[in-house]
């Protein structure tokens, strides 16, 4: 689901759970196949309804997961029943499927010590991983531009097959759609923050925060000036978001 024109349509979550994601993930490893995952939360709902290049990358991933309790339970209300699958616990699942495979990855965005640091803690966590690319784009990166282009033919040139993504909506899933064109047999995963949790350069809230569906909290008293108008726009999206998805229930409907 999207947020659109003052309706809700268009972007559905592909993904029921994450045991279903890295299945069909593992066969596209299989077959030679890339792909490209996007995780929906409300932040992302907000931009989508703002910036059409946002609304045509997010339209040109494979897989859409629910990273967020709110779409999650708007996908629920609506009819269809989804799992949370947040883009930073995909991280581990992925890299200790490629490490087992032998499938070469890359890190991408951030800064350079985040990904060094990401790359040793998992290095460590799974000694077969092989980590053929990393690299952090200069401040003011423009997901289309020209070194953007560069950048998509040195990760197609080092061999990787799945690339962690770790720019911030909507540059990661801008430069996904461009990268998975360019490279039809790599996967591209777009995961926000999730190489600084690995890394240690920024804490994520507590297991039992994230349990009673408080993370959104958690963040926004550690950054209030960053976040608060981010939430208010999430909020202020809700009730017509909520009224859609009785309307799709009622009337049996499909989420797109």
């Known amino acids: 689901?999207?947020?659109?024109?003052?309706?809700?349509?268009?972007?559905?979550?592909?993904?029921?759970?994450?045991?279903?994601?890295?299945?069909?993930?593992?066969?596209?490893?299989?077959?030679?196949?890339?792909?490209s995952v996007a995780t929906l939360n409300l932040d992302h709902v907000v931009k989508l309804a703002r910036n059409p290049l946002f609304r045509d990358a997010y339209g040109?991933?494979?897989?859409?997961?629910?990273?967020?309790?709110?779409?999650?339970?708007?996908?629920?209300?609506?009819?269809?029943?989804?799992?949370?699958?947040?883009g930073s616990e995909l991280i581990e699942p992925l890299v200790a499927l490629a490490?087992?495979?032998g499938v070469p990855v890359a890190f991408?965005?951030?800064?350079?010590?985040?990904?060094?640091?990401?790359?040793d803690a998992l290095g460590a966590r799974y000694p077969e991983l092989d980590v053929v690319f990393r690299r952090a784009p200069a401040m003011g990166f423009d997901p289309q531009g020209p070194q953007a282009q560069e950048d998509i033919k040195a990760i197609g040139a080092s061999g990787a097959r799945v690339c962690f993504i770790a720019l911030g909506a909507p540059k990661q899933e801008v430069?996904?759609?461009?990268?998975?064109?360019?490279?039809?047999?790599?996967?591209?995963?777009?995961?926000?923050?999730?190489l600084d949790f690995i890394a240690g350069t920024q804490t994520r809230a507590?297991?039992?925060?994230?349990?009673?569906?408080?993370?959104?909290?958690?963040?926004?008293?550690?950054?209030?000036?960053?976040?608060?108008?981010?939430?208010?726009a999430c909020i202020?999206?809700?009730?017509?978001?909520?009224?859609?998805?009785?309307?799709?229930r009622r009337q049996g409907g499909s989420l797109s």
Request: with cysteine.
């Open 1 to 35: 689901m999207i947020w659109t024109e003052g309706d809700v349509t268009g972007v559905t979550v592909t993904v029921p759970d994450q045991a279903s994601l890295l299945e069909d993930l593992g066969r596209h490893l299989e077959d030679g196949r890339g792909f």
């Open 60 to 86: 040109a991933q494979t897989h859409v997961t629910a990273d967020g309790r709110p779409i999650v339970w708007l996908s629920r209300l609506a009819g269809q029943d989804v799992e949370l699958v947040p």
């Open 99 to 101: 490490a087992r495979r």
């Open 108 to 119: 991408y965005g951030a800064r350079d010590e985040t990904l060094a640091a990401a790359a």
């Open 175 to 194: 430069f996904a759609a461009c990268a998975s064109r360019a490279l039809p047999q790599t996967g591209f995963v777009s995961i926000g923050a999730g």
């Open 206 to 232: 507590p297991v039992w925060v994230r349990r009673v569906s408080a993370e959104w909290l958690w963040r926004l008293l550690g950054n209030p000036g960053r976040l608060a108008g981010r939430y208010a």
């Open 236 to 248: 202020a999206v809700m009730p017509q978001m909520t009224l859609r998805a009785l309307r799709i």
